[in-house]
Every structure is written in structure tokens, then in C-alpha cells.
């Protein structure tokens, strides 16, 4: 199991990355063709969203946006970003076609699904607990949580992603700021969309008041000390700069938290992405081709990888004090 976990299968990619190019004609028409920039009607300047800092170093520029680095916390985040209402826009037209991921290569989501799932039960211990995941997507993860007796309940906004989940499932519609429920909840879940969530703090806020006592919220998120990202900068999937506004790090994660209500119980580095990294090195296309006849690069194994927490993505739980 720990296997899959740690090596994303190729084909993944693929999907991801024919999905980006997909939408990149739609992300083109909010270019400003003079600047190359997104056009100022859509977007609006920031601070760090974590710690509010002024002072950012810029990385790179993609397509029509800029990625930044905040220089107290090590944030990296979009600035300009999308204002709110274009990128619900975007999420409730564009959808990420997760449930072609999930039924491609189940293997895989089980597995990192399962991990998550894990993580959750060692520190609950209890049987039917009430879920809500965030941006659930088509329902996946919340399948297998409904197999082991869970409650559940998804978020999502993408019309084609709810058509799917509603089948199996409750499925709230509206951004998740402005639920209002009186339901209350042992877990929230958000596989890989926290980074999508313009204002993280306000997030946490909302999280605490839909917690029960001793509620825990459990995030993977992109991680953007990741030795993928950092070798492959602005051609790096995880730089996409419409939908991840904000990509954490373990240090700007524990910037976040430290200031809350909550505690961290555990923060966990997974999958490698050393294909990706490896082909890219060998002058090749990261995301496309085979892995066979690549330099060896021994050096470079999962061990040394996640003991630096240099994982692509980050599994966090943290708990309500
Ligand atoms: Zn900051």
C-alpha cells in the first residue's frame, strides 16, 4: 500500500495535464493581450494570506499570473488573484474531472485515500463519525468513507462533479463560507483543495464552528518546498495560476496554525514525484514518456525525499483545542 502511495503513476499525469490544456483556452480569455497579464477586472492585490506580511519576492510569472514568495513566513501565493466571484465562476464551469483520475487509477486514490483515512482513525477512534469533505469532487473518498459507516456530506460546486456525488451521497452547493447549518461534524476533509480557498484563516474560523469537541480537520495540500516543484519551477503542475492561489510549505502551514484555535497532531510528506523530477533532469518532458533509460540517480530515493519533507504534497491533521 505504502508503495503506491509514494509513486504517482504516470498516466496520472497525463490526465492532469491534458485537463490543463483543455482549459487553457478559456484561462487565455482573461488575458489582457497587451500586458500578457490577467486582466485587472478580474483579479485584485493581496497581502500573505497566512501572516499579512507586505514584502514578497516574485518567482515566476505563468500564463497570465505571478507567483510569489511572502518573506516572513515563506508563503508562495498568486498576486494578483482571481476575485471571488470569478473564480466560483470558474469552479462551477470547469470541472477537474477528478472522477476520470479516481476510475483510471483507483489503485492509487485507494491507497492515498486509505492513508488519509488512517490518519483520521488513530486519533478519533470511533466508529460512524460524521464527515464533511470539501470540494468533494465526484464522491470518491467519500465512497469508501460511507463503506466503513461514516456520515457523510460533500461540498462541491462544480455542476458535473455534484451530478455524480448527489447520487451516493448529501451535497452542499454554496461555498463554504456561507453554509449555514446547524449540523455539526467529527472530520472536514480537503483533498487537494485547500489551496484553491482564497482566505485560509476565515476557512479554519468556519471549520472550528462546524466542529464538534475535539473535531479534527485533515488537509493534503501541494507542497511548495517540494524538490518536484523546486526543480521544475513555473513547468511544474502545481503552479497553476487560476485555481492554486495559495500553496503551503511545512513552515507557512505551521505559521497558519500556531495563531488558532487548533493544534497540529500530524504533518506527513508523500508522494515522491521522482519520475517527474528524474525525466526532467534527463532533458526529456517531465510529465509525458517512459521512465526507462533514465541516468540513475540514486542519490535521489523516497527516503531521502520525505525524511526532508520534500514530498509533493503534505497530509496534515490538525484538532480543535
Ligand atoms: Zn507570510
Known sequence: MTKILLSDPDKLHKIRKKQYETNQAY????????????KKKFTTRRNCP???HKDSI??????????????????????????DKALIDYYKNNSDNQH??????????TSIYGAGISMINRKLKKKDLHILDVGCCSGFFLDMCKKINWQTIGLELNKTDIEIAQKNHEIWSTPLESIKTKKKFD?????????HLKHPKKILTKCFGLLKKKGVIFFQIP????FAAKILRDKCNMF?????????NKKSFNYLIKKSKYK????KSVIDELNVTKKYLNYEDPYYGTTENLTKMNFLNEKNIHSNFLGYKLQILIQKK
Not at 476520470?100 to 486514490?109: D, E, H, R, V
Not at 507542497?223 to 517540494?226: E, F, T
Open 100 to 109: 476520470l483520475a479516481c476510475i483510471q487509477s483507483p489503485k492509487f486514490y
Open 58 to 83: 516574485i518567482l515566476f510569472k505563468k500564463d497570465g499570473g505571478v507567483f510569489v514568495k511572502c518573506k516572513k513566513c515563506s508563503m508562495v501565493y498568486l498576486n494578483p488573484v482571481f476575485k
Open 223 to 226: 507542497n511548495s518546498d517540494s
Open 240 to 248: 497553476d495560476t487560476i485555481e492554486h492561489v495559495n500553496l503551503f
Open 50 to 52: 497566512v501572516c499579512n
Open 27 to 38: 484561462r487565455l480569455s482573461f488575458l489582457d493581450k497587451k500586458t500578457k497579464y490577467y
Open 187 to 195: 472530520v472536514i476533509t480537503f483533498w487537494d483543495c485547500f489551496e
Open 264 to 267: 497540529l497532531i500530524k504533518i
